[in-house]
Nanobody, 121 residues
Framework: QVQLVESGGGLVQAGGSLRLSCAAS????????MGWFRQAPGKEREFVAA????????YYADSVKGRFTISRDNAENTVYLQMNSLKPEDTAAYYC??????????????WGQGTQVTVSS
């Protein structure tokens, strides 16, 4: 099973940028599609972005399309989420996970501790 540790969150003003990282352990990391999810207080966890095992295909929620970019480095067992033009509504705890597939992004594994992103207006 792949173990995941998210990092890179913080406090940023609206319009700013952050880059999240998800470090994975386990030799099977490169076999999985990977995704980012987020959960705001009082709301359900929602899908944000997905990337195929090779990195050749990506898929985004409409709410972040054009602002967020997902990427991966299989040699480093890491997935990234570059977040630009941040909005207060992007405030949430962000989590990564392995996925069933890129375009049907159901999470497969256990959730990590997440990393908090707070966007001030």
């Amino acid at each position: 099973q792949v173990q995941l540790v998210e990092s890179g969150g913080g406090l940023v003003q609206a319009g700013g940028s952050l880059r999240l990282s998800c470090a994975a352990s386990g030799r099977t990391f490169s076999s999985y599609a990977m995704g980012w999810f987020r959960q705001a207080p009082g709301k359900e966890r929602e899908f944000v972005a997905a990337i195929s095992w090779s990195g050749s295909s990506t898929y985004y929620a409409d709410s972040v399309k054009g602002r967020f970019t997902i990427s991966r480095d299989n040699a480093e067992n890491t997935v990234y989420l570059q977040m630009n033009s941040l909005k207060p509504e992007d405030t949430a705890a962000y989590y990564c996970n392995t996925l069933t597939s890129t375009y049907v992004p159901r999470p497969l594994g256990s959730w990590g501790q997440g990393t908090q992103v707070t966007v001030s207006s």
